[in-house]
């Protein structure tokens, strides 16, 4: 009996028999080997591509410069009311607002202002305005009535003097 935790020991085969395994070995390999060198044909699906023959076209010749353009005239723009920009002028046949060095005829309108500022000031001023007039009719019938109070008692007819005596 061997003990559980020995070591188990390897069978050796005689010289005979390992010939025998080496070269079944080496038959297996090389069948192996040989049946998978062989692949299906497949025959290929023609791929669609697209076609175009090439002309020839004229080339033209460019060449940028660095400058800078300076104008012969400058205008300063500027609102007589302050306020907040509602919208730009755009350009006919431009998608962008008016920008600096575009060439506009006089008295194109380049921006407007928001009116709703300038509803919400008049407004202001047209209340403050109805309030002054209202002091001014209030002022003017106090000074009727400080007339007529003044006037009143030295306002005594002469009979009225001569029979008061």
Known sequence: MRP???????????????ARFCLGLASCLLLTAAAGCEKPAREQAAVPVKVKVLAPEEITV?????????????????FK????????YRPSGLDRDVQVGDVLAKGTVIAELDEGDLRRAKASVEARVAQLAARVATAKDNLEIATRILAG??????RACSGAM
Not at 81 to 88: A, E, F, I, K, R
Not at 153 to 158: E, K, R, T, V
């Open 4 to 18: 559980s935790n020995a070591i188990p020991q390897r069978r050796r085969l005689r010289p005979g028999n390992r």
């Open 62 to 78: 460019s060449a940028r410069f660095s400058g800078s353009v300076e104008p012969l005239q400058t205008t300063e723009l500027a």
């Open 153 to 158: 008692p030295m306002a005594l007819s002469p």
């Open 81 to 88: 009311l302050g306020g907040t920009v509602q919208s730009l």
